[in-house]
């Protein structure tokens, strides 16, 4: 029912009078809404049902071919400023930009229904929470924001209570590449979607709201809204702590927030609980310490590689009451995507008879989305509206060399140095092919909503007295062998490195203090019922001074890229790394026990 709150019945009335609907609905967020919403998409081919015996009331979407992953070319920060938007994003004038969209939404909604969905990002309680309002063409986009969101009438009794909102407005349009735009209008709490109906271009309380225009919100607040997951390991004596940790993409994100220990660490009573698998917000709690939530309700994964093997949890998960987007199906109509098992498909992504010459059976981006509450390692603790405590926070990516297993920075300012410094090395999928490193710092790259430079100072300005800041560490789980084989084994095994960084935040663990970092000696990490390679456990902590002059090289060059914008205690910190560097001869040195048998 329309709201009482003027300016949001304004918004959508002025809308409505621009896209022309037949029809206008606003979303409740109830079970009925969402079974009429699928009901009506299974008539219309929007949705096919899968195997109800095996999957109960779960449901495959196939979307266009053209319309398979976000569009990072195509998604722009419209702040009056071009300098406020960075090197980091592509800048438009906001003026511009409307005119532009504004244009193609004219009539576009003819013939279609307008929904109105009101969602909140976070727990409804939460003084950390943001709400939003999107308005869509799409009933699949209606349905995966109810699975990703807190959405519906709980969620606009907040918006009216407090009388501000985030304005998202998204048409599917044709689905023309040609006429596709993601647009962020920072200084205005906005955000215009046209021509897209792939979810991190058209569910936009995700990337768009949780990250973009998040980002840009936590700036002026006082917070943080980070592309991290947030996970809670809890040891034998019951105590938990809590981790937030941030990867590029392929870099093993979704299954360290669903980590399963080593049947060892099991057997001692450790466990693993998931608090999200994408996004956190943190803000400083009146102790000093960093609280976080995960905005999101859902989870929206990648399918491909999710097995019994690599990621038990998400796949015990899925078996009912998911959408699976792009996936192929069995003869039997289940769902299936390279990596699950050894079945065969029948029907590739596109609805065609599978045939390998036409490539992967699923979409390598291919997607579930699921309610967070599904996953067996779920913490209630995700619903808590003060958030959980974060003890450590975790940057990763994926390089064959240089970058040891783990190491912690010194203090705070080294830790945002490292967030600010992170790379990975670039794979076959990625758009800047022929680039051997790929920075993406914080892995916000695609998602950081203003100039870099501000960002990191942002990060640094939480260094305040009296705070008590997580203690920072960097993670490599890809390191390699001469011959190309990877030294770690990671998955469950990544508990080891846990144990120690937690350790470490509780003054029960050493470190050898070197110029990047300080690393665990030789007896600090537990090994036990690990079998590594000769040589391994040394290659893995090598820390070469040559190599790492010139990564500090390529860092120093990364940063001067954005010019007076970044903070001068940045770039102080890095001329320490460098100055210890140089002063160095050899810091590979480091006394290891053989690897346990």
């Not at 399918?303 to 009912?320: E, R, Y």
């Not at 993406?440 to 960002?455: E, L």
């Not at 663990?509 to 079998?531: F, K, Y």
Request: overall charge negative; charged content about 25%; aromatic content about 8%.
């Amino acid at each position: 029912m329309p709201s009482k709150l003027a300016a949001l019945n304004r918004w959508v009335d002025d809308v409505a009078k621009r896209t022309r609907p037949d029809h206008v609905h606003w979303c409740d967020g109830s079970q009925a809404e969402y079974d009429q919403l699928v009901d009506a998409m299974l008539k219309t081919g929007d949705l096919i049902e899968l195997n109800q015996q095996t999957h109960p009331r779960c449901y495959l979407h196939r979307s266009d071919p053209q319309d398979v992953a976000r569009v990072e070319q195509l998604t722009v920060i419209c702040s009056k400023n071009k300098d406020d938007a960075g090197p980091n994003n592509i800048w438009m004038d906001p003026a511009e930009a409307h005119a532009k969209i504004d244009a193609l939404f004219e009539g576009c909604m003819a013939g279609r229904t307008l929904y109105v969905i009101p969602y909140c990002m976070g727990p409804l309680g939460s003084p950390l929470s943001r709400c939003g309002v999107e308005i869509t063409d799409s009933p699949y986009v209606v349905a995966n924001m109810r699975i990703m969101t807190r959405m519906g009438t709980a969620a606009q009794e907040r918006i009216e209570r407090e009388g501000t909102f985030i304005k998202a407005l998204h048409s599917i349009g044709e689905l023309d590449p040609e006429r596709r735009w993601i647009m962020h209008f920072p200084e205005e709490l906005t955000i215009k979607s046209f021509g897209s109906g792939y979810g991190g271009n058209a569910l936009l309380g995700k990337k768009c709201h949780a990250l973009r225009i998040g980002s840009y919100q936590a700036r002026i607040e006082g917070w943080l809204a980070e592309h991290m997951l947030i996970v809670g390991i809890e040891n034998p004596r019951h105590e938990i702590r809590y981790v937030a940790a941030a990867f590029p993409s392929a870099c093993g994100k979704t299954n360290l927030s669903m980590l399963i220990p080593p049947e060892g660490y099991q057997r001692d009573g450790w466990k693993v609980w998931t608090v999200g698998d994408d996004i956190c917000w943190m803000r400083p709690g009146k102790d000093g310490r960093l609280y976080a939530i995960n905005p999101e309700a859902g989870y929206f994964g990648v399918a491909p590689g999710t097995s019994k093997k690599t990621n038990p949890n998400a796949l015990a998960m899925l078996q009912h009451d998911t959408i699976f987007t792009n996936v192929a199906v069995t003869a039997d109509n289940q769902p299936w995507w390279e990596g699950l098992d050894d079945r065969k498909p029948v029907k590739d992504w596109q609805g065609r008879d599978y045939d390998p010459a036409n490539g992967p059976a699923a979409h390598p981006n291919s997607r579930f989305t699921v309610r967070a509450n599904q996953c067996p390692s779920w913490s209630p603790e995700a619903e808590s509206d003060q958030g959980v405590p974060i003890d450590a926070i975790v940057f990763g990516g994926r390089r064959g060399s240089v970058v040891p297993l783990v190491f912690e920075a010194r203090d705070w300012t080294h830790g945002v140095l490292i967030g600010a410094s992170m790379a990975s090395e670039t794979t076959a999928a990625a758009t800047d092919v022929g680039v051997p490193i790929r920075r993406d710092p914080m892995a916000m790259k695609p998602f950081c909503g203003y100039n870099y430079g501000d960002y990191f100072a942002h990060w640094l300005s939480f260094d305040q007295p009296g705070a008590k800041l997580p203690k920072v560490y960097q993670v490599n789980w890809f390191r390699k062998s001469s011959d190309g084989k990877f030294l770690w084994p990671g998955f469950g095994d990544n508990m080891r490195v846990l144990e120690w960084m937690l350790k470490r935040v509780a003054g029960d663990a050493g470190a050898i203090e070197t110029p990047i970092g300080n690393l665990p000696s030789a007896d600090d990490l537990n090994l036990d019922g690990l079998h590594l390679s000769d040589g391994a456990l040394d290659e893995l902590f090598r820390v070469d001074s040559a190599e790492w002059r010139a990564e500090e090289a390529a860092v120093g060059e990364y940063l001067a890229s954005y010019g007076s914008h970044i903070p001068d205690a940045l770039l102080a910190e890095h001329q320490r790394v460098v100055a210890a560097l140089d002063a160095e001869t050899d810091v590979s040195a480091m006394p290891r026990r053989a690897a346990a048998s």
